[in-house]
């Protein structure tokens, strides 16, 4: 299939471009390198740099590369940033995702995979979270997403879209070959905050909460290998039928503790970190698993490297590789393939 991804210059859109590409699929990417990399892009995809708040961009690219489905992973993605300036995200995430829906509708493209988030359901119910959930968002960068999903069902019942909608979790670790990676400023995820802070004796890791009621005390959430979510949206993509649509959760459904990933990254890094213990933070759920059944059911999706440990030993090879991101500029390529092998030999 011919794919536009958007947001293809991201830490999962540029993940996501290496899996369509591996799957045989042909790829567009747009981005407008707000917070992407032209470097993260894959040489053999076909780079555009423009926003999708541009419908005559859109339109072009949709009709001219006689594009067949699309991938929307542009988005601002900052929770904290999106309670203080909510226009941004209604506008990005919401607003410019309804002009692409219509210029697909234009140009008669009816297949969409949708990055949409855990943010969607709010404080769970009940955990594992299933699909069935009911959606309470408590903020805008949620809001923005549930918004964007009932669009997307409309302009199913309105117009025949087929759709895949992805609920992500916490996504983290990088591409084994270390290629590619996150790269994100400001950074706030844990795993690469920890690994960044992994040099610098310095710097503490702060865990909020130490008696939850969880195996250790420490607040548990679910992590995902960016590969394997990659892996998932090629499956999602080649299930699309139009006219119809899906929603699937992606996650690890085991979880982890905070505690668990720090330990994790230093037996990873080999580095003592500077543990700094907290009072709990309001609003931090003890536990955030999802069910992920449905897309292993229905897609028989089956996670690569689910490993906390090879989540991790992933994301530091890229870290280690690139202390400064993409903007890193000479790669040792012997120090590269020195780090696949002690990879190998970590992958449990
Ligand atoms: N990272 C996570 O853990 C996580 C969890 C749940 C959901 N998601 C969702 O996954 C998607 C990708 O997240 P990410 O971590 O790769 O973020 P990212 O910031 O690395 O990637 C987003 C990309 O979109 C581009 N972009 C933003 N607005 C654009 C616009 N108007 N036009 C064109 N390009 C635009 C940015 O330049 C960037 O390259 C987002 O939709 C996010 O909400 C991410």
Known sequence: ?????????????????????????????LDNLANGHQEAVDKRARLIVGSTSDPDILLKVLRDDKIEAVMHFAANIEVAESVSDPHKYYTNNFSNALTLLEAMKTAGVNKLVFSSTAAVYG???KTPIEENQSLSPINPYGRSKMMTEMAIEDYRNAHGLGFAILRYFNVAGADPEAHIGEDH?????????????????????????????????????????VMDLAHAHVLALESIKAGEGDIYNL??????????VIN???????????????????????????????IKNQLHWKPKYPSIKTIVQHAWNWH??????F?????????????????KALSF
């Open 185 to 225: 400023k400001p950074e706030s995820h844990l795993i690469p905050r920890i690994l960044a802070g992994a040099n610098n004796p310095e710097v503490e890791v702060k865990i909020f909460g130490t008696d939850y009621p969880t195996h250790d005390g420490t607040c548990v959430r679910d992590y995902v290998h």
């Open 123 to 125: 404080n769970p119910v």
């Open 327 to 343: 903007r890193t500029r000479s790669i040792n390529p012997e120090a590269l393939s020195q780090k696949h092998d002690n990879a």
């Open 320 to 325: 280690q590789s690139h202390p400064d991101g």
């Open 264 to 294: 994790a990254c230093e037996k990873v890094t080999g580095k003592k970190l500077k543990i700094v213990e907290e009072a709990r933070r309001a609003g931090d759920p003890a536990t955030l698993i999802a069910s992920s059944q449905k």
């Open 1 to 29: 299939m011919k794919v536009l991804v958007t947001g293809g210059a991201g830490y999962i859109g540029s993940h996501a471009v290496k899996e369509l590409l591996k799957a045989g699929h042909e790829v567009v990417v």
């Open 251 to 260: 996650g690890s459904e085991s979880g982890f503790s905070v505690r668990e």
